[in-house]
């Protein structure tokens, strides 16, 4: 069955979020702030392992490094891009309006919360991959996979951000599905250059929202997402 990875997806974000919800009620603020702070760190890391891993490599005994210009080409066009459309405060009116829907007016972290989830788990190479495998080789371990660590990352940001962050299950079904359905024309652009620029681009932005968990909202992180865009089609250029 076609899609079926992305389904599994997203069951295992509304799993994982439910569970964080039970789960966080158990905790008074205080104990909530310190996971916040503890899933911040967790998130800054897994951002800074994928982008040395892209980045870094050994040659002749030596550690080098490359993709410096790409990444900054990338960024600064993306986040011009997304800076125009504003791409941000789309996310973030969506959010009021779920939160109006769900009578969630009371909840003040609800759009932080669906956002930085949202953000946290389709950005990467996983979020492309794994639909194009889905329905190219019918294969959908890949999503499997994700949906085991969204769960993970879901249950923790549900437990200290709140009930927000379930419906990040939304974006990803939106975003893995439209790939899934254009799988045969996005295939032949996701090259071994190409995939290997979007995860170093993508690692960057999970940086970028692991900071933004820890410190404070300082990144307009969905604003730079024109940047995975602007990776891949780097890796086209002869």
């Known amino acids: 069955m076609i899609g079926l990875g992305t389904i599994l997806n997203v069951i295992g974000v509304l799993v994982g979020g439910v569970a964080g919800l039970l789960f966080g009620k158990r905790f008074s603020p205080r104990f909530q702030d310190i996971l916040t702070n503890a899933n911040g760190l967790c998130v800054v890391f897994l951002g800074i ?3 040395l891993e892209e980045m870094m490599s050994v040659e002749n005994g030596h550690l080098t490094s490359g993709g410096t210009m790409m990444m900054v080409a990338s960024l600064a ?4 891009i997304g800076e125009w459309i504003n791409l941000e405060q789309r996310m973030e009116d969506f959010g009021y309006w779920l939160r109006e829907k769900t009578k969630s007016e009371g909840d ?3 759009v932080e919360g669906f956002v ?3 953000l946290t788990i389709c950005i990467g190479a996983m979020a492309v991959v794994g639909p194009i495998q889905d329905a190219l080789e019918h294969n959908y371990s890949t999503l499997m996979t994700k949906a085991v660590l969204d769960a993970i990352i879901i249950l923790v ?3 200290s951000m709140g009930k927000g962050c379930i419906f990040s299950a939304i974006p990803i079904a939106l975003f893995q599905g439209s ?3 254009l799988a045969r024309f996005i295939e032949p ?3 071994p250059q190409a995939l290997s620029n979007l995860s170093l681009t993508g690692s960057i932005l999970i940086f970028c929202v692991g900071t933004n968990i820890v410190w404070g909202k300082r990144i307009k992180v969905a604003n730079m997402l024109p940047a995975i865009v602007i990776a891949v089609i780097c890796a086209l250029i002869p």
């Open 77 to 80: 066009i993306g986040s011009l």
């Open 157 to 159: 940001m549900t437990a």
């Open 49 to 51: 392992a994928g982008t």
């Open 179 to 181: 790939i899934t359905i």
């Open 108 to 110: 003040n972290a609800f």
């Open 116 to 118: 930085t989830a949202s």
């Open 189 to 191: 652009l996701m090259t």
